[in-house]
C-alpha cells in the first residue's frame, strides 16, 4: 500500500472532509489537516470527528487521482456539504472570492501586445525544451481522471454556448487561418474512423430549413417536420462574383475551385480578397454578393 483516501465526517453538523494520506500503513491519529478543517477541530473538538479509509492506493498517481474524484464524488468542496476548499491531487487552493478578485484585476489592466508576444514566444521555447513533459504534451487522461473533470463540468454549460462569434472576431480567425494546411492532409482516414462515422450516420436522415442541413433519427421526424424542416439537402448556391478594380464584372463562377482554375489564383488569396477587401494583391475584386462594392 502507498497510501489511502479518507472522509471524516463532523458528527456534530455532518459536514466532511476528503483527504490522502501517503503511509504504508494506516495512521489512527490522522484525521485531516486543511486549513479550514483545523479550525473546525479547534472548534468542536477532535472527539466530535470520525474518520473511516474510502480508498487504498498502490502509487502517487493513482492516490492524487483517487482524492480528485472522492472530493468530486461527495461534493466536498461545497461548504454546506464540506471543508474542502482545493480540487485535490496537485491543486492549489483557490476559493471562489479569490477567483473573481483575481478576474477583476485582470479585467482592469488588460495584457500588452508586447508582453502576449513574450507570452507566446516563452511558451514555444517551453515546448520544444521540455518535449514531451509539458503541460498535457504527449500526455493521456487516465479513465478515473475522465471520470473526475466529468463528475466536476456535469450540468455545467460552456462558456459560448448559445453565443455567436461577432463578425470581427470571425474576420480575424479567418486571417489567421490563411494559407495553414489541415493537420489531417493527406493522411487516410482509419477502418476504425470510417466505421465509427458510419454507425453514427445509420438510421439519420438529412433534412433542410433555410439552407441549413443536418441529420436527425427517423423517430425525432416528425417534431422536425412539424417545425418546418424539410427532408433533404437544399443548399444555397453561393456565387462568386469577379470584377475588375474599375468595378466592371468579368465572371460569375459557382464554386472557388472553379474562380482558381480559371482565374489562376489560389483559393486562399481569392478568400482573403472578398474577406478582407484587399484588392491589391490580385489588382482585381471578388464578392460574394453582386453590386456589394
Known sequence: MYGYIYKTTNLINGKIYIGQKKSSKIVNSYIGSGSIMKKAIQ????ENFKREIIDICNNHEELQEKEMYWIAYYNARNPEIGYNI???????????????????????????EETRKKMS???????????????????????????????????????????????????????SHLG???????????DKAKEKMSSKKKGQIWISKDFKVK???????????????????????????????NKNL???????????????????????NYNTKDYSRLNCIFLKEKNKL
Open 86 to 112: 482545493k480540487k485535490g491531487g496537485n491543486s492549489s487552493p483557490c476559493v471562489e472570492y479569490v477567483r473573481k478578485k483575481i478576474s477583476n484585476t485582470l479585467k482592469n489592466h488588460p495584457v500588452s
Open 180 to 190: 495553414q494546411v489541415a493537420w489531417n492532409k493527406g493522411i487516410p482516414m482509419s
Open 215 to 245: 441529420t436527425c433519427p427517423k423517430e425525432k421526424l416528425d417534431y422536425y417536420l412539424s417545425n418546418g424542416w424539410t427532408i433533404g439537402k437544399i443548399l444555397k448556391q453561393n456565387l462568386l462574383y469577379h470584377y475588375d478594380l
Open 121 to 175: 514566444e516563452k511558451t514555444k521555447e517551453n515546448a520544444i525544451k521540455y518535449k514531451g513533459t509539458y503541460g498535457m504534451s504527449g500526455k493521456t487522461q487516465s479513465d478515473l481522471c475522465r471520470k473526475v473533470n466529468s463528475e466536476i463540468h456535469k450540468g455545467k454549460s460552456p462558456i459560448n454556448k448559445g453565443k455567436s462569434a461577432s463578425e470581427e472576431i470571425r474576420q480575424k480567425l479567418r486571417i
Open 250 to 272: 468579368l465572371n460569375v463562377f459557382t464554386t472557388l475551385k472553379e474562380a482558381s482554375e480559371k482565374t489562376g489564383f489560389k483559393i486562399h488569396d481569392i478568400k482573403h
Open 43 to 46: 472548534k468542536y473538538g477532535k
